[in-house]
Nanobody, 122 residues
Framework: HVQLVESGGGSVQAGGSLRLSCAAS????????MGWFRQAPGKEREGVAA????????FYADSVKGRFTISRDNAKNTMYLQMNNLNPEDTAMYYC????????????????WGQGTQVTVS
């Protein structure tokens, strides 16, 4: 049984930072493709960042490149998203996801999803 639990969301002012966490069970951050997605009201879900352990690759949306960093702690089986220099356009519900096939920013490649954590930037 796969469980993905996000935490770390909140409300911050523009220019501030947050670090999101995704505690995983039933999947391994060392072997599974792991990604972060977000969805704002009235908008489609979009891929933000992902990590491919098979090839050591990371993926970032152009809108967050240079500001967000995806990482993992193998011992804790936890994935993180460090978000710096936040702006109001980053406001969304952020979701952690895990997949076992292709890896990248397409949500169709992910099988399991967390419940989401809200990020609000004003």
């Amino acid at each position: 049984h796969v469980q993905l639990v996000e935490s770390g969301g909140g409300s911050v002012q523009a220019g501030g930072s947050l670090r999101l966490s995704c505690a995983a069970s039933g999947v391994q951050v060392t072997t599974n493709c792991m990604g972060w997605f977000r969805q704002a009201p009235g908008k489609e879900r979009e891929g933000v960042a992902a990590m491919d352990p098979a090839y050591g690759r990371t993926f970032y949306a152009d809108s967050v490149k240079g500001r967000f960093t995806i990482s993992r702690d193998n011992a804790k089986n936890t994935m993180y998203l460090q978000m710096n220099n936040l702006n109001p356009e980053d406001t969304a519900m952020y979701y952690c996801a895990a997949g076992s096939g292709n890896c990248g920013l397409s949500d169709s490649w992910y099988n399991d999803w967390g419940q989401g954590t809200q990020v609000t930037v004003s």
